[in-house]
């Protein structure tokens, strides 16, 4: 059987849309800033382990009125479009898990899990796009070494605070949380 080659609709004004993204097909794996679509890769299995444990790690120490989920869509802004799938989503617990796109005003905290592939963006034009959103905390987790960035306070043009943290992250914004990072970072190593 020979399968045609899918073509993507086009925006229609120039510049991506809500509405030209719904059009994609399912599981399209692609972001938006500022109008302009990027396709992003698949992640290594390496970066999918640690975005997975640190879920894991997370997700026990959250109050009751919070969630967390990996990698889905959420729309920071309409027009001009940002529309990402950050690699971690704490999210209120009463939106519905069926929310497609989840809006920003519903999130405490997204984190991004820097690879080759994302690097510019995690560490560039996201977090300006977090916080111009209102999203009031950001973590950038540096996978070599393993060292966690927390953003807070956001404002025009980005986060105005930021902590490093190796070894352990011990926080009490937006909640109360501790992590090992030395576990998260043995993480890596671990055979399933």
């Not at 059987?1 to 692609?30: C, F, K, N």
């Not at 898990?97 to 996201?126: C, F, H, N, W, Y």
């Not at 540096?142 to 926080?171: K, M, W």
């Amino acid at each position: 059987m020979i399968a045609l080659p899918y073509h993507w609709p086009q925006p229609s004004s120039g510049v991506w849309t809500l509405r030209d993204v719904e059009r994609l097909p399912e599981g399209s794996r692609v972001e938006v800033i500022d109008g302009a679509l990027t396709v992003t890769p698949s992640p290594l299995p390496i970066h999918n382990r640690i975005i997975r444990h640190l879920a894991t790690m997370l997700g026990p120490q959250l109050p009751v009125e919070w969630q967390v989920e990996q990698e889905i869509d959420v729309l920071l802004e309409l027009e001009p479009l940002d529309y990402v799938a950050p690699d971690i989503v704490v999210f209120r617990a009463e939106v519905p898990l069926t929310t497609r796109p989840m809006p920003a005003e519903q999130i405490a905290l997204v984190a991004e899990v820097v690879s080759p592939s994302s690097r510019r963006q995690d560490r560039g034009a996201k977090p300006i796009a977090y916080a111009d959103a209102g999203i009031p905390h950001y973590w950038r987790v540096e996978p070599e070494p393993l060292t966690v960035h927390v953003f807070s306070e956001p404002g025009d043009g980005g986060y105005q605070a930021e902590q490093v943290f190796t070894g352990r992250l011990n926080i009490d914004a937006p909640f109360p949380v501790e992590i090992d990072l030395d576990e998260l970072g043995r993480a890596k190593f671990k055979r399933y």
